[in-house]
């Protein structure tokens, strides 16, 4: 046999083998018992019927149920590996059973000479044929052996009682059943049809969880290939810089020699090809790094940057005779990006404008400029007197390793690498670059930079003046905070330093502190600020804090972005409190845990990996004596409860602790003179807060006593 005649064949039993499962899972042979119960009334229009007529049929339906199921089950439980044919077969002969009961129930209950009975047994069992449609249409063989069985007596008793409308019912029946037989070849290639598509669902699934597993692997290989990368690009960058760096150092020196003039163009030459490797070097690097290097989230003053880069240049440009000029305008906001990349970009642009211009001039213009969406911008612009780019270069400018014209391009070492890398950058801080150029006539290369916000700028240049601010001390605050974690820092922040707040309940609390007492500083959220800023009466400098959102207020002398670490908080309330402590000393109200100026002259004499040292020994030493402290006291020994606050005391005094060595020391003093134990208990207990107090304090202002 062929391979052609082969996989028809293989076709026809895979479709058998789908019908006969429909057919075990769709096939139920109880679904006809309710139309035994509507054939009765036929016995009883023509008479009273008698047993056998009613319960002769049930019996023999029982029995067509009981076979049916019992194949049902044997094929769903089956354990020999049966051909779809020999379940096919039992099908029909089971299905042949089932007709043949209702082909005797239909001569059991069959009337003679009386219409109506006959007509009603027909419609009973043509309501019969159609519910065994359902469970059968998936075999054709066993619906038709189903059908011929269990109408034909029917049919026959019809015709034989030579009456017009008998005969005409069993012609109906003939043709119902003919019609139901062409439907059941439909439904079941409808069937077939829904097992296929489910085979083509499952054969997908599997092969798109195949293809996920590969694309998987394919990804997991790709991000090493990336990491390899990544250290390949790594290591290069130092095995090629260093002897290159090298290479170039020794040519400028030869370069300053003093060596006779055809020697000294040699050098040059060196210098300017080893200048040009390591640009090249530089652009590959950047090129195949990762985008991610670059910080978004930065400013700088473009300004600046701008005179950097001009600074750099400026001896270039005199060494070919060529005019370098600037133009800032006046009052630019800060452009959004790593200031690194960006001064790189227009070191790029201001270089290769240097390099393809033989006469004239290079200018670098740095102006404020708008986007068509109304947003605002600083573009940085440099235009040269040079060639000029030919416009059928101009499409692929910015695509790596095409530098324009090839042979000046080859002339001047460029290698079409440093505005494919400039690009980049620009995009990946999401700002435009282009160019306008006229072939002879120079050329100007530009690129914008979206604006930082001013809370942004105004946070860094916060956070830049903050960084050595030392903790205030003995300051009353009159604080107004709802946002529970504000209110938190704040007293973490400052209460271990000696300093009091006063938290008002509500906006109209605070309002009237501020008129009826005295404070150092008075503490709100911005949009609160106003309110309190226009209160009668309220005196003191009032600092508002601006959550990520809020409106600068137009009141308050001093903002504090939230959320700020301690060192920030610190900064701004010495600022905001400087003017009166200047006018008014504050009288001391409570000995503060620390003297954290005195920290600050131990931190500079001893280096501060050492202070840390110190202080993390200290806390140890201290936490395992204070516990020991609780123990004695509990247990109400007090002569061993002395010495430990003794050697409290002589710890927190090598530091300078003044209020836990007073606290240690008055323990002891009690425990000698032989206070009560009431008493003892209670000072044992101040000089385990006070621990916890010193503690917190040293944490704040050395956060690295915490890891």
Known sequence: MSVSEALPE??????????????YTIGRAYLSLPFTVFCLPAAFLGGKPNALQVLAPLVLQIIAIVVGENVRHAYLRRASDKSADY????????????????GLSAIIWFVPNSFPAEAYLSLAFLGMTSAELIGRCAYRPAFATHVFFSLTPLIILLLLQDNLLATMSAVVIIFFAALLFGYCGLVGSFLDRSARLKEHKTALIDRLSLQKEAAEKARDAAELGARAKSAFVANISHEIRTPLNALLGMAQLLDRAGLEKQHRDYVKVMLEAGRGLRLLLDDVIALSSEEANT????????????????QLLQPRAWEKQLRLTLSVASGLPRAGGDPRRIRQVLLKLAENALKFTDRGGVEILVEATENANGTQGVKFSVTDTGLGIPSEVAAHLFQPFTPGDASYARHHAGAGLGLAVAKRIIDSLDGEIGFESEPGQGSTFWFALPVVSTSAADRDHQAQGAQDAEPPSDLTLLAYITDYGAHRQFVRYLEPFGNRIIFAQTLADAAARAAREDFDAIVARASDIETLASSPGAGAPMLAILFPGDKPPESGDEVLYWPAPSNEVYAVLRKVTARKEEIVPPPPKEVAAIDAPAFAALEKSLGFATLVEILQSYIKTTETLCNSLSKASAEEDWAEAARLAQDIAGAAGGLGLGAMTTAARGFAQQARVGEDSHALRNAAQMVVGEHVRVRNALTNLYPDLAA
């Open 87 to 102: 379940w096919a077969r039992r099908y029909v002969a089971a299905s042949a059973v089932s007709g043949a009961s209702w």
């Open 295 to 310: 910080d978004k989230h930065g400013d700088c003053d473009p300004s600046q940057t701008a005179r950097a880069v001009v």
């Open 10 to 23: 293989q076709d026809a039993r895979a479709q058998l083998a789908m019908r006969v499962e429909n057919l």
